[in-house]
């Protein structure tokens, strides 16, 4: 594999880890701007106190504009799993995009090789399993949309970036339980404590893992695919212990 290019690009705006060995999460946002250009300035812009580690421009083209091992500004208020200050234990990457606000578009072939060649990288080097890699519309629903419903969320999972689980059509004895729709979003790590925060977080799975529609109705479709998401995300912590406590007990920590 050819070594990743990368341009660099330095930001002030960053600070440090109060962990500085934990770096286990990786947050995908689009730059929400007309251009790249405008982008890379206000990433830089040391009035604006917003950056990314990384942006990925729709050729590839990559730049780097915070060392990994300082906190970028790029996630905000925001959840996970019950954490909150995400900035501090992530990696963000900003892919190029106008956004919802400026006519929001699919993400060319490039940029997406130059995203899943990147996030490959970040993998080799950093302790991130698939269930800690998210869409800034994920930890904070109610802010954000962004990467949305047209990135590939699939392709990354294919090359072990992230979660997909197959979708399967909703079953004629499959029965839609609304009370299922909290404890199933925060198995998956959506910070949804009551109602009003709820259509937010569902709009985001939405966009995530049932691209087609993004309404916040909780449909036979959506309900299946919560399903099939909880139990892979289920799945994949539950592997991700046990392969913690063979290492610990194999001594290799």
Not at 117 to 141: C, E, K, N, T
Not at 177 to 198: E, H, V
Not at 233 to 245: P, Y
């Amino acid at each position: 594999m050819t070594e990743l290019q990368v341009i660099d690009l330095p930001s002030p705006n960053h600070g440090p880890r109060p962990e500085a060995s934990r770096i286990d999460m990786l947050v995908l946002h689009y730059t929400g701007m007309t251009t790249a250009a405008a982008a890379l300035e206000r990433l830089c812009d040391p009035d604006a106190r917003v950056s990314a580690h990384y942006v990925v421009e729709e050729n590839g083209v990559i730049w780097r504009l915070v060392p990994e091992s300082r906190r970028a500004f790029h996630a905000g208020v925001s959840c996970w799993d019950g954490e909150s200050d995400l900035n501090a234990v992530s990696i963000g990457i900003e892919i190029v995009n106008p956004g919802h606000e400026w006519g929001y578009r699919g993400f060319p072939e490039a940029q997406m090789a130059a995203v899943e060649r990147l996030s490959q990288d970040l993998f080799a080097r950093h302790p991130i399993p698939p269930y800690r890699v998210v869409g800034h519309s994920d930890i904070a629903p109610e802010r954000k949309s962004d990467p949305g419903e047209l990135f590939d969320w699939a392709r990354l999972a294919r090359a072990g970036i992230g979660i997909w689980p197959p979708t399967a059509t909703p079953g004629r004895d499959f029965i839609i339980d609304p009370a299922g729709i909290i404890p199933g979003l925060a198995s998956i790590g959506y910070c949804c404590a009551n109602a009003n925060s709820r259509t937010a977080a569902l709009v985001a799975f939405q966009r995530r893992f049932r691209q087609s529609c993004c309404d916040g109705e909780f449909d036979r479709e959506t309900a299946t695919r919560l399903s099939e998401v909880s139990a892979a995300f289920v799945r994949s912590r539950a592997e991700g212990r046990r392969r913690g406590s063979y290492v610990e007990a194999k001594g290799l920590l």
